[in-house]
Nanobody, 125 residues
């Protein structure tokens, strides 16, 4: 059974940092992993992703230079280090895994079929 579980969210002041973790179990092969977020009343935004081998990453302009994605293949875990957080980063953050192993581009959004339940990040001003 496939499970994707995020953790690490919380309340932080503007300028602070958080590190989100995403444990994906029950998957065959190191899948591309992505982080998304959705604020109330807004569409879901793809903010970052990393390929299965960890060699390629992608960032949305809104987080580039502040967020960093990484993964530990042996632990089936992806991470999102978030620095210099801003109030506009407040959202529910979701992790997702691609439908299968070996997809070249991690920003192939429709291929994300395994989703976590989300973790809340709140940044106060």
């Amino acid at each position: 059974q496939v499970q994707v579980v995020e953790s690490g969210g919380g309340l932080v002041k503007a300028g602070g940092s958080l590190r989100l973790s995403c444990l994906a179990s029950g998957l065959t092969g190191a899948r591309n992993m992505g982080w998304f977020r959705q604020a109330p009343g807004k569409e879901r935004e793809h903010i970052s992703c990393i390929t299965g081998n960890g060699q390629s990453t992608h960032y949305a302009d809104s987080v580039k230079g502040r967020f960093s994605i990484s993964r530990d293949v042996a632990k089936n875990t992806a991470y999102l280090q978030m620095n210099n957080l801003k109030p506009e980063d407040t959202a529910t953050y979701y992790c997702a895994a691609h439908v299968r192993f070996g997809i070249t581009s991690c920003d192939d959004i429709p291929k994300y079929t395994h989703w976590g339940q989300g973790t809340q990040v709140t940044v106060s001003s």
